[in-house]
């Protein structure tokens, strides 16, 4: 279902939402969401540049980071709700990915937390923080959790956990759709490993229904797109085969190999102080053989369903691509 389509919101009737990470793959999609969902969106961007496709949406917005406590208090004050998405998901060591997910979510939520009266606050974790000891990014997710159940008597706290989430303006995971697309499917770690997936429509409408649910008492929620039991790499290959319309062939990426270019990666990106795309601990993440997860709590407590599984994500988020590729070269 399109946000509106069985209802009709006043425009921002269903009240006032503080946004973080709105400038981001997700935060973005979340924020065209809500507010055709009838919010009203109160985002803190660091760029207001980067911000500039917001301005249509009406959403106000306050410049600052997750450290700058005189913008968090604009951020916060008269929100009925806290959606907080910003995120470090890219680093080198714990400290790179800590600053944010850990100290920025306690600087966030000790404010929200002493608002009165205290919004609710909903926060976007990760799946990788079931598995803490694989990656400082996994590790510090975990951290930001538990900084954030810290919270959990002062103002009510949803926690989800999402998996590899994709769609259109995600740069994660694009490269691997398209190579598909070109016949090769590189399948990195174990071809037995299986994960889940979540389509980025269907994750903003299980925050919005978080925002529409109020307190569903305290704890961690997964979600994942409704496959049960997730995917293998030969279910993704069947898939984008189907959608591809032609063959495509597996390529086997030996772990030592992905371990090779994380160590060039990694040390590239100290040269040059860009935060790689490759590490050790995302290898170690890339190649963890479970990362299945079960969403039953979350369609009980948010009496949500999603909507798209890969087949149909796929295709969207490929014919996204097209129409970018078309409007830039215009
Ligand atoms: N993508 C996935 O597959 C996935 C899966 C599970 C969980 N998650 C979680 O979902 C959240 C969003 O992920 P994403 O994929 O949308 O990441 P993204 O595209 O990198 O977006 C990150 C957002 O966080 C903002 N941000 C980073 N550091 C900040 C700071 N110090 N102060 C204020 N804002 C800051 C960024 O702002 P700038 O634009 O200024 O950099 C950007 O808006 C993260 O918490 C991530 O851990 C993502």
């Known amino acids: 279902?399109?946000?509106?389509?069985?209802?009709?919101?006043?425009?921002?009737?269903?009240?006032?939402?503080?946004?973080?990470?709105?400038?981001?793959?997700?935060?973005?999609?979340?924020?065209?969401?809500?507010?055709?969902?009838?919010?009203?969106?109160?985002?803190?961007?660091?760029?207001?540049?980067?911000?500039?496709?917001?301005?249509?949406?009406?959403?106000?917005?306050?410049?600052?980071?997750?450290?700058?406590?005189?913008?968090?208090?604009?951020?916060?004050?008269?929100?009925?709700?806290?959606?907080?998405?910003?995120?470090?998901?890219?680093?080198?060591?714990?400290?790179?990915?800590?600053?944010?997910?850990?100290?920025?979510?306690?600087?966030?939520?000790?404010?929200?937390?002493?608002?009165?009266?205290?919004?609710?606050?909903?926060?976007?974790?990760?799946l990788a923080a079931r598995e803490p000891h694989l990656s400082p990014y996994a590790a510090s997710k975990r951290e930001g959790e538990a900084v954030l159940e810290r919270f959990s008597d002062a103002m009510p706290v949803t926690i989800l956990r999402p998996p590899a989430v994709y769609g259109p303006g995600d740069r994660e995971m694009l490269p691997l759709l398209l190579l598909m697309m070109r016949g090769i499917a590189p399948v990195l770690g174990s071809p037995q490993a299986r994960f889940s997936m979540l389509y980025v429509d269907d994750l903003s409408s299980a925050i919005e229904r978080c925002l529409v649910a109020g307190d569903v008492g305290r704890g961690v929620l997964a979600l994942h797109d409704g496959r049960v039991g997730g995917y293998t790499w030969d279910a993704v290959v069947e898939i984008a085969t189907r959608v591809r319309g032609k063959p495509i062939r597996r390529l086997v990426v030996p772990r030592g190999l992905l371990n090779a270019l994380a160590a060039i990666s990694r040390r590239w990106g100290s040269l040059t102080g860009t935060p790689p795309m490759l590490t050790p601990g995302k290898v170690r993440e890339l190649t963890h053989p479970d990362w299945v997860c079960d969403n039953t709590e979350a369609s009980r407590a948010l009496a949500w369903a999603p909507q798209v599984e890969f087949a149909e994500g796929l295709r969207r988020t490929l014919a996204h691509h097209r129409a970018l590729k078309r409007s830039t070269r215009s």
Request: hydrophobic residues 50%; charged residues 15%; contains cysteine.
């Open 1 to 126: 279902m399109q946000p509106g389509e069985t209802e009709a919101p006043i425009q921002g009737g269903k009240g006032l939402v503080a946004l973080t990470g709105a400038t981001g793959f997700i935060g973005g999609v979340l924020a065209e969401w809500l507010v055709r969902s009838g919010w009203r969106v109160r985002a803190l961007v660091r760029s207001l540049p980067r911000a500039r496709f917001l301005h249509p949406l009406g959403a106000e917005l306050i410049q600052g980071d997750l450290a700058d406590s005189e913008a968090l208090h604009s951020l916060l004050v008269g929100v009925k709700a806290v959606v907080h998405c910003a995120g470090a998901v890219r680093g080198i060591d714990f400290a790179d990915f800590a600053r944010v997910n850990v100290a920025g979510t306690e600087c966030i939520a000790a404010l929200a937390a002493r608002m009165d009266p205290p919004p609710l606050f909903v926060a976007l974790s990760s």
